[in-house]
């Protein structure tokens, strides 16, 4: 019978580092893809001279993210400052489209 080896902690440690390069290539792809959307709204919303920013809204995506983040066993805080530092970004695009008709991708957040 083959007795097989304990994994190399180095072996371990390097595909656990793949695996989070991996998820964070997903994430950066999946903020850029959001903030296309996000875009399409500020310009909507600069044409037909709605606020940047909708309150209401905000708060119900706040609640929706804290309850899939329990839903998802991670700290539901957490997922609401994340909400609200890509909110706020958002928000920011939303009044230099307003503002300007074009948004700086320069800008360091």
Same mark, same amino acid.
């Given at each position: 019978? @083959?007795?097989?080896?304990?994994?190399?902690? @180095?072996?371990?440690?390097?595909?656990?580092?793949?695996?989070?390069?991996?998820?964070?290539?997903?994430?950066?792809?999946?903020?850029?893809?959001?903030?296309?959307?996000?875009?399409?709204?500020?310009?909507?919303?600069?044409? @037909?001279?709605?606020?940047?920013?909708?309150?209401?809204?905000?708060?119900?995506?706040?609640?929706?993210?804290?309850?899939?983040?329990?839903?998802?066993?991670?700290?539901?805080?957490?997922?609401?400052?994340?909400?609200?530092?890509?909110? #706020?970004?958002?928000?920011?695009?939303?009044?230099?489209? #307003?503002?300007?008709?074009?948004?700086? @991708?320069?800008?360091?957040?």
């Amino acid at each position: 019978m @083959t007795q097989l080896r304990p994994v190399d902690s @180095t072996e371990k440690l390097l595909g656990l580092r793949r695996s989070i390069d991996n998820i964070d290539a997903a994430l950066v792809h999946l903020l850029a893809e959001r903030f296309k959307f996000t875009q399409e709204v500020g310009w909507l919303k600069a044409t @037909t001279g709605l606020p940047a920013s909708d309150p209401e809204r905000e708060a119900v995506q706040i609640a929706r993210l804290r309850s899939l983040a329990e839903e998802s066993h991670l700290d539901p805080a957490f997922a609401e400052k994340f909400l609200n530092f890509i909110v #706020a970004e958002v928000i920011h695009h939303h009044e230099q489209i #307003a503002s300007t008709g074009a948004i700086d @991708t320069q800008r360091n957040v």
